[in-house]
């Protein structure tokens, strides 16, 4: 297996040439917001609200995400990937007595309800090793409790700076704890038993983790360098939608974030789910104040209106923003149905538990499918109401090829499966064994979803094109350790079409949306009549931007 630490994938031998692309899943939503516990900036895959509620904590009432997330599950999804972020959130320290002075630990998790404990002893450890020590640390459910959720067991530490298992050294690899403060000069007291007939004892963890404040875009946003907030993404697992909850449960997400999750949804091949603002509270407003409204992305999608649902903690109904029940139904749909396909029946529909906040009239929902807004049902439609869902590009560009949900979603689907289908391809050396191979295996994938009915042809050669030669792989690819494939598909009009640069290079992979000539790309007549010039353009300009 070869493995690039720069981007964080794996390309494992049986993904190279000599097999079939693999279609990527296209249901894992990722969430974005404030936790009631669990690690932090670090994309967590969970297949259940219980295994959430394990990791980050159940429903907490200033936690939109813990709800968004049940509601994912309740209505069909089947796998999330979690991030939590923080506003000015303190971890807890632990407090180990050694002699005259202390040695402090700190959580690497913030917050009030992350409760460690740790023991200290001289098991194995010889008596001239007056330096070293044994410690046990655990994160239990509760103060006090005997439900062990982590445990890890650090032997023969010292606290000796030269020392080959110096305790600062040794807690850097630990998923619990840091050294913290100044180091104490002896080794910390062995940790008597606290309970009668207990045979280990245990110091728990102090009170001063503390929660932090609410949630600002600027946490949501974090930070690309850092891996932090939206760009904690780049190391996760692929992922198809996201969902950012609003900040509170009054205060949406701001348009700074909607922009920046976007732009990443692009770079990502993913879709936006998108909630409606707060105020738009009925049918009205939203059709009054959606044109003023200055967010429109064709990598975004809005579904109409919040949902009422039953809030556990507050024992009543209450309204929650309505995208992570919108991504568990986008989540259902691929169960049943292709991704370049719109779901019906009840399959479109809300399970029961979730209804609608407001009555949506029939008119008003046609109007606002019209403008791009996503009507929520809780009922199987007549299909003199039901429409192909669409991204909040259909109220900016009427015409645009990406107004519709489907045909979006099939192409960011493309895009990812021959990214990733193709990586073996930086391994190998450019020329044209290495272009037949490639061209042959993605015209293989194209032609599956061909004969699947994914594109608007009826014949191969108006629907697909695969280019994979010397017109965009030059000398000075070759040279610059980069090779690329050119690759086109119709998504609306037969002979129309979209196309694609996949660039390997150094261990990286990018997918890059470019222009070529629709007269030259049509009729079947791409692979003889397309411009060299053209081709070459498109590869140095990706070579550039690598």
């Given at each position: 297996m070869a493995e690039s630490s720069v981007s964080g994938f794996s390309v494992a031998e049986e993904s190279g040439a000599h097999h079939a692309i693999a279609r990527v899943a296209s249901n894992v939503a990722a969430f974005i917001g404030?936790?009631?516990?669990?690690?932090?900036?670090?994309?967590?895959?969970?297949?259940?609200?219980?295994?959430?509620a394990q990791i980050f904590g159940a429903l907490w009432q200033p936690s939109t995400v813990s709800y968004a997330v049940e509601q994912f599950f309740e209505n069909g999804g089947r796998v999330a990937l979690v991030v939590r972020v923080v506003n000015g959130a303190r971890p807890p320290t632990v407090t180990l007595p050694a002699g005259d002075s202390f040695l402090t630990l700190r959580a690497l998790a913030p917050g009030s309800r992350e409760y460690l404990r740790a023991s200290v002893d001289y098991d194995g450890i010889a008596a001239t090793d007056v330096d070293r020590f044994n410690l046990v640390l655990q994160r239990v459910r509760a103060a006090g409790s005997e439900q062990i959720e982590d445990q890890e067991i650090l032997r023969s530490l010292s606290i000796l700076p030269d020392a080959t298992r110096f305790v600062a050294d040794a807690l850097t690899e630990s998923r619990l704890v840091r050294l913290h403060g100044t180091l104490p000069a002896q080794r910390p007291d062995r940790t008597p038993p606290q309970a009668s007939g207990a045979v280990v004892g245990y110091v728990g963890s102090n009170p001063d983790g503390d929660d932090g404040a609410a949630l600002s875009d600027y946490d949501i946003i974090g930070s690309s360098i850092k891996e932090s907030g939206i760009f904690a993404l780049k190391s996760a697992p692929p992922f198809n939608l996201l969902c950012i909850p609003p900040l509170t449960r009054t205060q949406d997400v701001g348009l700074s974030s909607l922009l920046v999750a976007a732009r990443f949804c692009r770079d990502h091949h993913a879709i936006l789910i998108v909630d409606p603002p707060a105020s738009w509270r009925d049918p009205k407003s939203a059709l009054e104040q959606f044109p003023k409204w200055p967010f429109r992305s064709e990598n975004?999608?809005?579904?109409?209106?919040?949902?009422?649902?039953?809030?556990?903690?507050r024992g009543r109904v209450e309204t929650f923003a309505s995208s992570g029940a919108a991504a568990g139904l986008i989540s259902r749909w691929d169960d049943n149905w292709p991704v370049w396909a719109a779901a019906e029946g009840d399959d479109a529909a809300l399970r029961p538990g979730l209804k609608l906040s407001g009555v949506v009239p029939d008119v008003d929902r046609v109007r606002l499918a019209q403008l791009g807004i996503n009507v929520l049902s809780t009922v199987r439609l007549p299909p003199r109401l039901s429409s192909s869902p669409r991204t909040l590009a259909a109220g900016a560009v009427a015409t645009t090829d990406w107004r519709y949900l489907s045909s979006r979603r099939l192409a960011l689907f493309i895009m990812a499966s021959i990214a990733s289908g193709t990586r073996w391809m930086m391994f190998e050396t450019n020329g044209p064994d290495l272009w037949r191979r490639a061209r042959g295996q993605v015209d293989a994938f194209l032609t599956a979803l061909f004969h699947d009915g994914a594109f608007v042809g009826r014949a191969a050669e108006d629907s697909f094109f695969v280019i994979c030669d010397q017109r965009v792989n030059d000398a000075v690819q070759a040279a610059a350790g980069s090779v690329s494939l050119l690759f086109g598909f119709a998504a609306s009009r037969p002979g129309e079409f979209h196309a694609c640069l996949v660039t390997h290079r150094g261990g990286t992979s990018r997918v890059k949306s470019v222009s070529v000539n629709r007269m030259t790309t049509s009729q079947g007549q791409v692979t003889e009549e397309i411009e060299t010039?053209?081709?070459?353009?498109?590869?140095?300009?990706?070579?550039e931007g690598a």
């Open positions: 404030r936790t009631l516990k669990g690690p932090v900036n670090q994309p967590v895959s969970i297949r259940s609200f219980a295994e959430y975004a999608a809005m579904f109409y209106p919040r949902i009422a649902a039953y809030d556990r903690l010039a053209i081709l070459r353009g498109i590869a140095a300009e990706a070579l």
